[in-house]
């Protein structure tokens, strides 16, 4: 029921996904005969979507926590609970940010030893995408946090898209190694001596859409901002290149003959071609997909979820906080460190 | 002889300026015999144009504070001192940032009552430009800080660019009020309780581009992020474009039709127009040009120092501290706070 379109759009996105894929069964969660309307508009395999009635909705701008604990039969308490009770691998919602980010924590809950759960997007680059995070589930992180995005992302990057070994960058505002605020340079050395990641330093945020590194590691609200400045001047200059193709004849003429070329080469910076965020660490998938999502981002969403779910993320994130755990017991033991 | 094109370019500039301009004076401070090389190729009134000596050269990477003690007979240590000594009103550099605003505050100083002296750049939107303090001057600013930058910020707009009582929004990560970080949340009751300036709200970085403000209120780390991150989705976007329409022969006659079209709608989002970025709240003026500037940089920016001067933007934040130290007294006898 979240989102600009519901119930239209995310009950598209959901037939789909299924015609898509015949291994993928989605529940949707929320007011019964308005899904089920929408529901009737279409062909599909009937075992493969099933509607969870909700009666209540959580609105966009009702503060999270409160709504979490008092609406217990809304979509997102009730689409959270099928994933906390593995009735449900995953769980999209593109409600309420706030209400899925503490939900997520409160109901499926982190795994144990991830100190935050960070939203963690796919942003497009000039060498593809790259995943960035955290981009806005946790302000204020300390740089013990900022260093478990960089092993999140990276088994994100390595199993779902595949990228061997990949590149992690830490946002600063220059590329030197001592450069930074109190966090990033605190981070930087941690970062630095971490094992299993390949860390190639300070990224300056202007590297980000070059493709700078594979993997960008930001504190929330400074990555909320890189999202979020992604997304207002691509649609500011998006929309001056229209109407400077639209200010005389000749241009329009010359519109009409690069329409094809230029939307094909722009494509690669539609961020609906790449899902939702997911917030990484938790006992089970959850993904917040944009506000305004449509049906192809819902459907590619659910697709990612199966990719998810099949790399064994969950598990290969266990690994890792079993390595870190048994790092830190042995420079415990050797009195090196008195963590956190 | 600071940036990536010296002396050629901010020769070239200056050159630019004086025949613009009869009023202006520009001294060049740096390697004599190069910066005479480069006169030579102009005819100017030799009246406007005097070369001040400099042995030294701080160089981009070099430690700034470091620098400016040590190099006492740079380019940039000589500038300022020219600037202190009340020889010049305005010192212009694209050299090293770090030693620019070190060397500002260390030199030329601080007005007194002023905590920080931000960078305050002009930044391109669908509105026209709106200015953006702090863009990298102070990390880990404090709240007092940034209502100061509001102020600082609207004085700028209000009297360079004539925009009556021009709007302040406070970057953030959600629009609603009780959004944000620490920092955010502690600065919203203090813009919102300040005196003298047209303070509309939180406002979400996608909203820049867009025009959400004429004055833009951020923490250094993140004013820095945004204003890389224009520049680096602007470039990537623009060599998109270009590739975009060189991809096909159709496309290629489409991009020679609509070329001026789109030149000259693009031409609002190039920084070069706008010249430099002033260090706002010295005894004088500094401005930080872009590394890259070429000469119509050097020549913006030494018109914009003149309207600085002319519209008395150092009187106007005088007459501001004077007012918010009437504020302050009247607080403390009224027993109300304990200031800082």
């Known amino acids: 029921m979240g989102g600009d379109y519901a119930p239209e759009e995310p009950v598209k996105g959901a037939i789909d996904a299924v015609l898509d894929n015949p291994k993928v069964k989605v529940f949707l969660v929320g007011i019964r005969e308005q899904i089920e309307r929408e529901l009737k508009k279409y062909q599909y395999p009937k075992e493969q979507i099933e509607v969870i009635p909700a009666t209540e909705v959580i609105a966009t701008a009702e503060p999270p926590v409160e709504a979490i604990r008092t609406k217990k039969d809304s979509s997102i308490v009730l689409g959270l609970t099928l994933v906390k009770e593995k009735k449900a691998d995953a769980f999209v919602s593109a409600g309420n940010s706030g209400a899925v980010l503490a939900g997520g924590t409160m109901i499926v809950r982190r795994l144990k030893g991830i100190h935050r759960a960070p939203f963690a997007p796919l942003i497009p680059t000039a060498k593809g995408p790259a995943i960035l995070l955290d981009s806005g589930a946790n302000v204020d992180a300390r740089s013990a946090h900022l260093v478990q995005f960089a092993h999140l992302g990276s088994i994100y990057m390595e199993s779902v898209l595949g990228r061997k070994n990949p590149t992690v960058g830490l946002v600063n505002i220059g590329a030197e190694d001592e450069k930074g605020n109190a966090l990033t340079k605190e981070t930087f050395p941690l970062l630095k001596k971490t094992k299993g990641i390949n860390f190639i330093g300070n990224l300056e945020a202007r590297e980000i859409p070059k493709g700078g590194a594979e993997v960008i590691v930001a504190e929330a609200f400074v990555g909320n901002v890189i999202l979020k400045m ?60 944009h506000g305004s999502a449509k049906a192809k981002e819902f459907r590619n969403t659910i697709l990612q979820c199966i990719t998810f779910k099949e790399q064994n993320i969950n598990g290969k994130i266990q690994k890792y906080l079993e390595a870190e755990k048994a790092v830190e017991k042995e420079a415990r033991e050797a009195g090196q460190i008195d963590h956190k």
């Open 230 to 289: 992604y997304e207002g001047v691509g649609s500011v200059m998006l929309q001056t290149i229209k109407s400077g193709l639209m200010s005389s004849f000749k241009s329009k003429i010359g519109a009409l003959l690069s329409k094809s070329a230029l939307k094909k080469s722009l494509k690669q910076f539609d961020v609906t071609e790449y899902g939702g965020a997911p917030l990484l660490g938790l006992r089970g998938l959850v993904v917040k997909a």
